[in-house]
């Protein structure tokens, strides 16, 4: 098993320790920004801004409750198509998720950095959409963040198909991790999770969009044809008409004012928190 349970440090910075004025400047932006999320629209936002500068990953799950127990909710914030909250109604994990957790109770109760063959392994034979984005991990950080006061402990996982601490030695890495830690935890704390998809129903989320399917609900929205969107794509018309039925059961529409309607409201969303970081900057 290659693991590398990142050392423990003290509170206080180490002496090495240091991030430029860029980074550092990155770095407050990253915390400030983190106290304005109550959706997991901007949750995903967050996780997928400067963030990712320092913790580039994929997927990030997130697991809360009794761990003693086994008795967990999960959340899971990803760009990858598949990897969604909703497909664990249909994908089961749980292997994976103890398998996670039991090469973290092996360390020292410090961030576990591993390959995330073993865990992904455990998966066995099984298929579905969230099972083949976790199939393309390649590093998988794992983290329990205890909750003394209400004993919900939280298990977080992240995962990248490349590497995880680009451009930090491992002294730099372990202090840049707990204190990420801190913010996701508390990010995550504040948002409530999403439910699990019955059956085959959409979640309505329309980030489950691929590219092209965005594209063309753009095109939509600005009252573009079946035809129009196909001599702008370069693409036939029954293949957008098939991308748009798709795109209406995905995003939990029936018609392409309510899906015109729904993209919009997100647009302002984005914009929104947008607006308010650069306010409280």
């Given at each position: 098993?290659?693991?590398?349970?990142?050392?423990?440090?003290?509170?206080?910075?180490?002496?090495?320790?240091?991030?430029n004025d860029k980074e550092s400047a990155r770095f407050l932006r990253i915390v400030s920004?983190?106290?304005?999320?109550?959706?997991?629209?901007?949750?995903?936002?967050?996780?997928?801004?400067?963030?990712?500068?320092?913790?580039?990953?994929?997927?990030?799950?997130?697991?809360?409750?009794?761990?003693?127990?086994?008795?967990?909710?999960?959340?899971?914030?990803?760009?990858?198509?598949?990897?969604?909250?909703?497909?664990?109604?249909?994908?089961?994990?749980?292997?994976?998720?103890?398998?996670?957790?039991?090469?973290?109770?092996?360390?020292?109760?410090?961030?576990?950095?591993?390959?995330?063959?073993?865990?992904?392994?455990?998966?066995?034979?099984?298929?579905?959409?969230?099972?083949?984005?976790?199939?393309?991990?390649?590093?998988?950080?794992?983290?329990?963040?205890?909750?003394?006061?209400?004993?919900q402990d939280s298990l977080y996982i992240v995962l990248s198909s490349g590497p995880l601490?680009?451009?930090?030695?491992?002294?730099?890495?372990?202090?840049?991790?707990?204190?990420?830690?801190?913010?996701?935890?508390?990010?995550?704390?504040?948002?409530?999770?999403?439910?699990?998809?019955?059956?085959?129903?959409?979640?309505?989320?329309?980030?489950?969009?691929?590219?092209?399917?965005?594209?063309?609900?753009?095109?939509?929205?600005?009252?573009?044809?079946?035809?129009?969107?196909?001599?702008?794509?370069?693409?036939?018309?029954?293949?957008?008409?098939?991308?748009?039925?798709?795109?209406?059961?995905?995003?939990?529409?029936?018609?392409?004012?309510?899906?015109?309607?729904?993209?919009?409201?997100?647009?302002?969303?984005?914009?929104?928190?947008?607006?308010?970081?650069?306010?409280?900057?």
């Open positions: 098993m290659n693991t590398d349970h990142i050392t423990n440090h003290s509170a206080a910075t180490p002496r090495n320790f240091s991030l920004d983190a106290q304005l999320i109550n959706r997991h629209y901007q949750l995903f936002l967050w996780l997928n801004g400067e963030l990712q500068t320092f913790l580039p990953h994929q997927i990030m799950i997130s697991a809360w409750g009794d761990l003693a127990k086994w008795d967990l909710e999960l959340d899971i914030v990803s760009a990858l198509p598949g990897a969604r909250t909703a497909e664990l109604a249909h994908n089961c994990i749980n292997s994976f998720l103890r398998n996670a957790h039991t090469q973290w109770l092996a360390g020292r109760g410090v961030p576990l950095m591993t390959k995330a063959t073993e865990s992904v392994a455990a998966l066995g034979t099984r298929t579905g959409p969230l099972h083949d984005a976790l199939r393309q991990m390649r590093t998988m950080l794992v983290h329990c963040v205890p909750d003394e006061r209400s004993r601490a680009k451009g930090y030695g491992s002294e730099q890495f372990a202090h840049l991790v707990q204190s990420l830690f801190l913010q996701i935890d508390s990010a995550f704390r504040r948002v409530a999770s999403l439910p699990l998809a019955s059956g085959a129903t959409s979640h309505g989320d329309w980030l489950d969009l691929s590219v092209r399917e965005q594209e063309i609900l753009d095109l939509i929205c600005h009252g573009k044809t079946n035809l129009e969107i196909a001599g702008a794509l370069e693409i036939s018309p029954f293949t957008v008409k098939n991308h748009v039925q798709r795109i209406f059961r995905k995003i939990g529409v029936t018609n392409r004012t309510q899906a015109a309607t729904k993209y919009s409201q997100a647009l302002r969303d984005l914009t929104k928190f947008i607006e308010d970081s650069r306010t409280l900057r």
